[in-house]
């Protein structure tokens, strides 16, 4: 839609799609890979147990995201995750990566593909839950 004052001059105006956020459906399938220092990824753990999947669920709901900012990182991520969520009944899944880095203050960063999310933080507290859960022998 524009708006064009009499002058010619004006403002376009763009309805943006604001996309449900994906955690507050329900999440199927997280697949998790610790990533090496030469930045090479390790085998592939699938997280299929509805209880662990539950507690992730809650644990990223705890993200603080900022949508707006870009963030450039040193490093490679420690974990890429990629969550497998169904959003609709009779729809495909849909999937989101995460790249994690575990920061020396014990909190965590998270880069997102779901652009709705873009990137965040998750505090200590929370981040000790998503180490232990992410990176659990199963």
């Given at each position: ?64 995201w900022y949508p707006t900012r870009q963030v450039l990182m040193a490093s490679r991520e420690d974990i890429k995750a990629t969550l497998f969520m169904k959003l609709e009944e009779n729809k495909p ?46």
């Amino acid at each position: 839609m524009s708006l064009i004052n009499r002058d010619g001059y004006g403002e376009v105006v763009v309805d943006v799609a604001n996309e449900e956020n994906p955690l507050e459906k329900q999440l199927t399938r997280l697949d998790v890979q610790e990533v090496a220092e030469d930045g090479s990824y390790g085998i592939e753990v699938r997280i299929t147990d509805e209880k662990t999947l539950n507690e992730l669920k809650n644990i990223f709901e705890q993200v603080k995201w900022y949508p707006t900012r870009q963030v450039l990182m040193a490093s490679r991520e420690d974990i890429k995750a990629t969550l497998f969520m169904k959003l609709e009944e009779n729809k495909p899944k849909k999937s989101f990566e995460y790249r994690i880095w575990f920061e020396k203050d014990q909190t965590a960063t998270i880069l997102s593909t779901n652009l709705m999310e873009l990137n965040g933080t998750l505090d200590k507290e929370n981040t000790e839950i998503l180490i232990e859960e992410l990176l659990k022998k199963r």
